[in-house]
């Protein structure tokens, strides 16, 4: 079991950076990959970033990509990500998510939200114009 605990977001202007921490507990080992997608109504999740504890690996998803910047902090399994030039388009909520499937990103699934297994409660952006 993984429990994943979010925090940041909340009202942004257009042009600002956003930053959203993500904070896994309940696993021992670090072999696991992480993850945020976002979420707005009607759509299905997609993806945002990724980070893998197995490689150090970050992955950024094509609609942030050049704006986006996901990092390891100095707490133990602690994942941060922030994205840049903010556009009203980055509105959404934001949901970390984990699996311990060791292939996700090799394997090229990982953009595939239903390939996760553990995610966070979600937190709001909302990028004003």
């Known amino acids: 079991q993984v429990q994943l605990a979010e925090s940041g977001g909340g009202l942004l202007q257009t042009g600002g950076s956003l930053r959203l921490s993500c904070a896994a507990s309940?696993?021992?080992?670090?072999?696991?990959?992480m993850a945020w997608f976002r979420q707005v109504p009607g759509a299905d999740r997609e993806f945002v970033a990724g980070f893998s504890w197995l490689t150090f690996l970050t992955y950024c998803g094509d609609s942030v990509e050049g704006r986006c910047t996901v990092s390891r902090g100095s707490a133990e399994n602690t994942v941060y990500l922030e994205i840049s030039n903010l556009k009203p388009e980055d509105t959404a909520v934001y949901y970390c998510a984990a699996d311990t499937q060791t292939t996700l990103f090799s394997s090229g699934h990982y953009s595939d939200y239903t390939g996760w297994t553990y995610w966070g409660q979600g937190t709001q952006v909302t990028v004003s114009s």
């Open positions: 309940g696993r021992t080992s670090s072999d696991y990959h």
